[in-house]
């Protein structure tokens, strides 16, 4: 059973910034796919960021250019390291988990942004954008 725990929430400014971090216990994280996604009460949840086992990363269009998604597997972390912070990035931030598939010997992820393709979720952290 992979546990997930978010932590690095809180309260900026517009144009700040933050780094979320995700560790996994119980797994080995270099073998999962890791991504960050995000809900507002009300909305559908949505990806975010998705880092693949060869550190491949993939965004959502949102948050290119702004964000970026980093996994230490050393220690079973993922990052999220947030700048240019705007009120619509306010939201619980998610961290979620998927098994990487095994194909002709290589761990291969999907990459996407859907969540219901992800099996394993953290309780989430919250992140407030001030304007």
């Known amino acids: 059973q992979v546990q997930l725990a978010e932590s690095g929430g809180g309260s900026v400014q517009t144009g700040g910034s933050l780094k979320l971090s995700c560790v996994a216990s119980s797994v080995e994280a270099s073998g999962y796919c890791m991504g960050w996604f995000r809900q507002v009460p009300g909305k559908e949840r949505e990806g975010v960021a998705i880092?693949?086992?060869?550190?491949?990363?993939t965004y959502a269009p949102s948050v290119e250019g702004r964000f970026t998604i980093s996994r230490d597997n050393a220690k079973n972390m993922v990052y999220l390291e947030m700048n240019n912070l705007k009120p619509e990035d306010a939201a619980m931030y998610l961290c979620?988990?998927?098994?990487?598939?095994?194909?002709?010997?290589?761990?291969?992820?999907?990459?996407?942004?859907?969540?219901?393709?992800?099996?394993?979720w953290g309780q989430g952290t919250q992140v407030t954008v001030s304007s």
């Open positions: 979620a988990a998927e098994p990487a598939l095994q194909l002709a010997g290589k761990s291969v992820c999907a990459m996407s942004l859907i969540p219901l393709q992800y099996t394993y």
């Open positions: 880092i693949g086992t060869d550190n491949y990363a």
